[in-house]
């Protein structure tokens, strides 16, 4: 079992930064694939971006390429989420995800996931 806790969500102006944290307990982080997905109000949960454990790949959906980078310190059992330029479109409640192999096409996570956070609300102000 792992149990994923995400911090660092705020108010924003756009234009601004935030950095996600997201924390899993148990001992075998290192060989989790770690993401983030996003659900605005009214819209579907979306894929962000995320970086596998076994070659460090990275992936992101299209709208935040460039903005937003992903990285892990497995020594912390920690995923980040480094988001800058924000946009008030970029505003939603993050979730961290951890799954043991993600399913991946397009450039996007389409399956695969095992654990969800509770989300951490990002809003950015026009």
């Known amino acids: 079992q792992v149990e994923l806790v995400e911090s660092g969500g705020g108010l924003v102006q756009a234009g601004g930064s935030l950095r996600l944290s997201c924390t899993a307990s148990?001992?075998?982080?290192?060989?989790?694939?770690m993401g983030w997905f996003r659900q605005a109000p009214g819209k579907e949960r979306e894929f962000v971006s995320a970086i596998t454990w076994l070659d460090i790949s990275s992936y992101y959906t299209e709208s935040v390429k460039g903005r937003f980078t992903i990285s892990r310190y497995n020594t912390k059992n920690t995923v980040y989420l480094q988001m800058n330029s924000l946009k008030p479109e970029d505003s939603a409640i993050y979730y961290c995800?951890?799954?043991?192999?993600?399913?991946?096409?397009?450039?996007?996570?389409?399956?695969?996931?095992?654990?969800w956070g509770q989300g951490t609300q990002v809003t950015v102000s026009s």
């Open positions: 148990g001992r075998t982080f290192s060989s989790y694939d």
């Open positions: 995800v951890a799954g043991r192999s993600f399913a991946v096409r397009g450039g996007m996570i389409v399956g695969g996931i095992n654990y």
